[in-house]
């Protein structure tokens, strides 16, 4: 199969491609850019006139649900949703059920996401066993079954005595730790921003302390024991400054931020909006300033989609008691084009953010286009507006903070190792 | 800016919370309230402004004190009122609250109360009631119990009509206390000019100070030349352990003693919104001192009740007009 995307303009941020290129495509692969390779005849042309060609999106957080939570979303449906959303590289959390602590349900995961070919599904294993913090997993039989990481999802090991050893059996082998940084004691039923907002809420808050008292912590186990770190959906300014000391004093350290959070706070909670009980909390508007600042400066590193499809009875609850999370994969792009545009940054920062940074994280090959590269590739409209509604998602989960509001930005063509799985 | 207890018209249509209630409404709920203290002292004690309607009492966290005045203000407008305690049924079966909701509407329930232990569970019943339902927050989690902090500003008004000129002081537990919400709200909307929370720092919410309170963590200072002050509740549970390490220590420091309150004005109110803890939060001779209006609250309770049962079912701004002598 050979394509031919022509007219489009080529934004390649590893590559420093940013100019109108014509992309070309054979088994697989690009075989070329600007130029036709010598002899090639496209079976297909797209036409991506007025259009971004984009290497296809790595997102560092989704979840898909399966194993164990069907009813919430499939593995088919999310990974749908993924193509709809552009993105053709994810990295998935082992909180699922059962944990992913095991080479078997790792191996059983990758075999049933190839299957479906619509994306690249990455997992991060279980830093410890049930990820209750106490016994380590078989990390190498993990990495060895198809993970490219290891994570506690949304726990926190308690016992620094495990997470010091955690992080040198990791460093070991030359594993990234991902972790989203969070004081257990501190956040304890916590669901929202320790502030104005939830004293008047009534809501039980989680201080800006619990992330910075925990990424303090991570910080200096992963300085002593050289480990690779990464720093999950960070959500305090402070969290932002103790990342860019350390990456001065050349701790091994990445970051992301969540769509949402580059864009929400506690104020979008409104009335007890269930759609915005998030993990992490939304924060303050100061928080958010310095997550949208820390991006742009390079502090932090990627743009993730956190999606977590969420059934609409577990929200359909009181506040407090309703599920956290979000349907995010579809929101990426016209979340991380909103970001961009509110700090006049431009189109290629954006989409490094979401392609060839989260790639280098991952340490996989995708998230740019040079010739020989896979050719997972999202073609978008950076202009074209659409409205979020629930008929509109792929993803079983229609919980979103943003229903009902108009995004700008909609892929067009999503391809997956050369061949096209979603079109609009 | 939108507020899900008004219609279109600016009208109550659910009381929730007090926070965002313009005076108008606050001060119309306590004058109509006027008019209804007055019935509970004739043979007589009902009024049929509420007559044909069902008052729903949904109680998902148990209650004896509010549930009873609620049903008493509502008896006493003639309505017809049934009792739900959800906490021992239905969602111990794993029944939802909508589930429990949507039940009674097939009842055709008119207004509901409800109480529930998370905060926001009345804005959530309120989302998804057919219009003709009127819903009354009689208390979600921390976060506010209306019809409490309208009538302990009812009995301050009643003791110290100059609003415009007051201080006043909360004692206690504010971080747990829906109740400590609704009178800061309720307070400062009215126009009181010092609303002072005097707690040690365990026991305050972040940022408590951006509703509008000055903050004190001492007796002597705090107390010092206000006119009422108000008690909070300490639970039990909260007596020992990371909170505060003793009831006896918290009782030194910021219980309420005959000796403390000689810091406030000499003609100072004190008010407790119950059950009390004596000899932890207040000393019984405080309680059942002269200063004390903690009784006289209990009463003006139901008939703040019936007030806004009456205007949240009739539109009614007065209820003189059919409640007779008042």
């Not at chain 1, 059934?311 to 609850?317: E, P, T, V």
């Not at chain 2, 989690?141 to 008004?157: E, I, M, N």
């Not at chain 2, 201080?167 to 971080?175: E, S, Y």
């Not at chain 2, 910021?254 to 004005?265: C, H, M, P, S």
Request: charged share 20%.
């Amino acid at each position: 199969m050979k394509i031919h995307i022509k007219n489009g303009h080529l934004i390649d941020p590893k590559n420093n491609i940013d100019a109108k290129q014509d992309v070309y495509i054979a088994a697989g692969k690009v075989a070329g850019i600007g130029n036709a390779p010598d002899g090639f005849v496209a079976n297909q042309t797209i036409d991506a006139a007025g259009l971004i060609v984009a290497p296809g999106f790595v997102d560092l957080s989704a979840r898909l649900r399966e194993p164990g939570s069907e009813y919430k979303a499939t593995l088919r449906s999310e990974l749908q949703a993924a193509a709809a959303g552009g993105v053709t590289s994810l990295a998935c959390p082992p909180d699922t059920d059962p944990v992913l602590d095991e080479p078997g349900l790792v191996e059983m995961l990758k075999h049933r996401a190839k299957q479906l070919n619509l994306a690249h599904v990455y997992p991060l294993g279980a830093l410890t066993r049930q990820l209750a913090g106490k016994l380590l997993t078989e990390m190498c039989e993990l990495t060895e079954a198809g993970c490219v990481g290891f994570s506690q999802a949304d726990t926190s090991i308690t016992d620094t005595q495990v997470l010091w050893r955690a992080f040198e059996y990791a460093a070991t082998f030359g594993y990234t730790i991902f972790l989203r940084a969070e004081d257990h004691y501190l956040a304890q039923n916590g669901v929202a921003h320790d502030g104005e907002i939830a004293s008047r809420l009534g809501l039980k808050g989680i201080p800006a302390a619990a992330e910075s008292l925990a990424i303090a912590s991570i910080l200096r186990i992963a300085h002593e024991t050289k480990t690779r770190v990464h720093l999950c959906r960070l959500s305090t300014a402070e969290g932002v400054d103790l990342l860019r000391q350390a990456k001065k004093q050349g701790i091994q350290v990445t970051a992301d931020v969540s769509a949402q959070h580059c864009h929400l706070t506690d104020h979008d909670i409104g009335f007890f909006n269930a759609h915005a009980n998030l993990k992490p909390p939304l924060r303050s508007s100061r928080d958010k300033n310095a997550l949208c600042q820390g991006l742009k400066d390079g502090t932090i590193d990627a743009i993730c989609s956190d999606h977590t499809p969420v059934d609409d009875d577990a929200k359909l609850l009181p506040f407090a008691e309703a599920e956290a999370g979000a349907t995010g994969l579809e929101l990426l792009l016209p979340l991380t084009l909103k970001w961009a545009a509110d700090q006049k940054t431009s189109l290629s920062e954006a989409v490094a953010k979401i392609t060839c940074h989260p790639a280098s994280i991952l340490g996989i090959a995708s998230g740019h286009l040079g010739v020989n590269a896979d050719a997972d590739i999202a073609i978008f409209n950076p202009q074209q507006e659409w409205k979020v509604s629930a008929s509109q998602l792929k993803s079983q989960g229609k919980n979103t903070p943003f229903l009902g509001l108009t995004m700008l930005g909609k892929v067009r063509y999503t391809l997956l190792h050369g061949q096209v799985t979603y079109q609009a | 800016m939108y507020n899900p207890q008004l219609d279109a018209d600016g009208k109550l249509k659910h009381l929730l919370t007090i926070e965002g209630l313009p005076k108008k409404i606050l001060t119309q709920i306590l004058d109509t309230a006027e008019t209804f203290v007055g019935v509970a002292e004739r043979d007589i004690k009902k009024v049929p402004l509420l007559r044909g309607k069902t008052v729903c009492n949904i109680f998902f966290e148990n209650s004896t004190r509010t549930r009873t005045t609620f049903e008493i203000a509502a008896k006493r407008l003639s309505a017809d009122v049934i009792n739900l305690n959800v906490g021992t049924s239905s969602q111990s079966k794993g029944e939802t609250i909508l589930d429990t909701v949507d039940n009674l509407i097939a009842m055709h329930a008119d207004m509901f109360v409800v109480r529930h232990g998370q905060s926001g569970a009345a804005h959530f019943i309120a989302q998804h009631v057919p219009d003709n339902i009127s819903v009354i927050n009689a208390g979600d989690g921390r976060h506010a119990h209306p019809t409490q902090g309208l009538l302990d500003v009812f009995t301050v008004r009643r003791y110290k009509p100059e609003m415009h000129n007051l201080r006043v002081a909360l004692v206690g537990d504010v971080l747990h206390s829906r109740v400590a919400r609704s009178e800061i709200h309720a307070l400062t909307t009215l126009g009181v000019p010092e609303v002072r929370v005097i707690a040690p720092k365990t026991l305050l919410p972040a940022g408590v100070e951006k509703l509008g309170v000055q903050v004190f963590h001492d007796m002597k200072a705090g107390l010092r030349d206000v006119d009422v002050i108000m008690m909070l509740r300490l639970q039990n549970e909260r007596m020992s352990g990371a909170l505060l390490p003793s009831a006896q220590e918290y009782f030194k420091t910021f219980g309420l003693t005959q000796e403390k309150l000689e810091f406030a004005k000499p003609d100072a109110i004190v008010m407790h919104p119950g059950p009390m803890n004596r000899g932890v939060e207040i000393d019984s001779s405080v309680a059942d001192g002269h200063q004390s209006v903690i009784l006289p609250q209990v009463t003006f309770g139901i008939a703040v009740r019936m007030a806004v049962m009456a205007i949240l079912a009739g539109g009614q701004s007065s209820g003189g007009s059919t409640g007779g002598s008042a």
